[in-house]
Nanobody, 123 residues
Framework: HVQLVESGGGLVQAGGSLRLSCAAS????????MAWYRQRPGKQRELVAG???????NYADFVKGRFTISRDNAVNTVYLQMNSLKPEDTADYYC?????????????????WGQGTQVTVSS
């Protein structure tokens, strides 16, 4: 079983910064990709940024140049540095992790989600 615990959300003025953290714990031997998603009020959950085990990153167009995703494999933690925040960045932010468990018979993929952390950007 894997647990993801996010922290770092809060209220910030437009133009400000926040840093989100997500610590993974449990059986993590097959931990691969990690990512941040967000869900704005009345909208579907959307990918914000992702990072592979080998630190290859990808970003949604709406955060390019403003947000930076990183991870520390030694402590199984992924971060999201958010700069130049806008009111439209207001959302619940969720951490996601993908694990692959390989046996002789098959390789199985598992997805885990954190409980979410709220980010509110005031204008």
């Amino acid at each position: 079983h894997v647990q993801l615990v996010e922290s770092g959300g809060g209220l910030v003025q437009a133009g400000g910064s926040l840093r989100l953290s997500c610590a993974a714990s449990g059986r993590l031997s097959g931990l691969k990709d990690m990512a941040w998603y967000r869900q704005r009020p009345g909208k579907q959950r959307e990918l914000v940024a992702g990072i592979t085990k080998y630190h290859r990153t990808n970003y949604a167009d709406f955060v390019k140049g403003r947000f930076t995703i990183s991870r520390d494999n030694a402590v199984n933690t992924v971060y999201l540095q958010m700069n130049s925040l806008k009111p439209e960045d207001t959302a619940d932010y969720y951490c996601h992790a993908n694990l692959e468990i390989a046996t002789i018979e098959r390789t199985s993929s598992y997805d885990y989600w954190g409980q979410g952390t709220q980010v509110t950007v005031s204008s």
